[in-house]
Nanobody, 115 residues
């Protein structure tokens, strides 16, 4: 069973930065995709960024050039570096790890960007 624990959320002013981390436990295998999604109040959950075990990255248009996803395969951890934050980035951010055999989610971490 794969378990995920996010950390690093908080309150930040517009233009500021935050770094989210997601630590995994359990057997995630060597081939998987790690990612970050977010859900703002009253809205559906949406993709923020993903990174494959081979290092291929995908970003939502709204965060391109501001957010960077990375992973440490030795630690089975995925990160999201968020810069130039905007009030519209306010949401609960969820970590996701999936493969052909599982699709696991973290409990979410709150990010609030004040104007």
């Amino acid at each position: 069973q794969v378990q995920l624990v996010e950390s690093g959320g908080g309150l930040v002013q517009a233009g500021g930065s935050l770094r989210l981390s997601c630590a995994t436990s359990g057997s995630i295998g060597s081939i998987n995709t790690m990612g970050w999604y977010r859900q703002a109040p009253g809205k559906q959950r949406e993709l923020v960024a993903t990174i494959t075990s081979g290092g291929s990255r995908n970003y939502a248009d709204s965060v391109k050039g501001r957010f960077t996803i990375s992973r440490d395969n030795a630690k089975n951890t995925v990160y999201l570096e968020m810069n130039s934050l905007k009030p519209e980035d306010t949401a609960v951010y969820y970590c996701n790890v999936r493969s052909a055999w599982y699709n696991s989610w973290g409990q979410g971490t709150h990010v609030t960007v004040s104007s």
